[in-house]
């Protein structure tokens, strides 16, 4: 039978779970469940926009060879933002388009991927200054 103690640790490594993987500062529970649900709400929410975002810029583009990439690159305050969108997807666009990335020196902070019957990417990134400062990627 477990113990009240050995259930008790294992339910403070789970709330110490759940504040890491939500980025929560809070040291009760209950706050660590606030801001767990929080984080929740602000997920759904992004991905109500990226599912606008997509729709919109499926439903706006031209109809254009399903083999050309449509991209477009948008000047950020503080990098870049580039849409990559292919009305086919290709077996090893993903690496592709990740490679051309890196050989022009960016450095991808994030980026959301969809490969499913057609290819989409939206990535924010910097201009890598230094190589030895070059980040990982981080795929959504």
């Not at 449509?70 to 690496?95: R, S």
């Not at 990134?125 to 230094?130: A, D, E, L, P």
């Amino acid at each position: 039978m477990v113990s009240r103690e050995q259930n008790r640790a294992s339910l403070q490594e789970k709330f110490q779970l759940l504040r890491s993987a939500t980025n929560s500062h809070a040291q009760s529970e209950t706050s660590i469940i606030m801001d767990a649900s929080k984080y929740i709400q602000n997920l759904k929410k992004k991905v109500e926009r990226l599912k606008e975002d997509t729709a919109a810029e499926q439903s706006s583009s031209e109809p254009t060879d399903p083999t050309t990439p449509m991209v477009k690159v948008e000047t950020l305050e503080k990098g870049f933002m580039i849409k990559v969108f292919l009305g086919e997807n290709q077996p090893g666009m993903l690496v592709s388009v990740l490679e051309a990335f890196e050989d022009m020196g960016l450095d991808v902070l994030e980026a959301r991927v969809s490969c499913t019957d057609s290819f989409s990417l939206h990535a924010m990134g910097v201009k890598v200054i230094n190589k030895s400062s070059y980040k990982h990627i981080c795929i959504h």
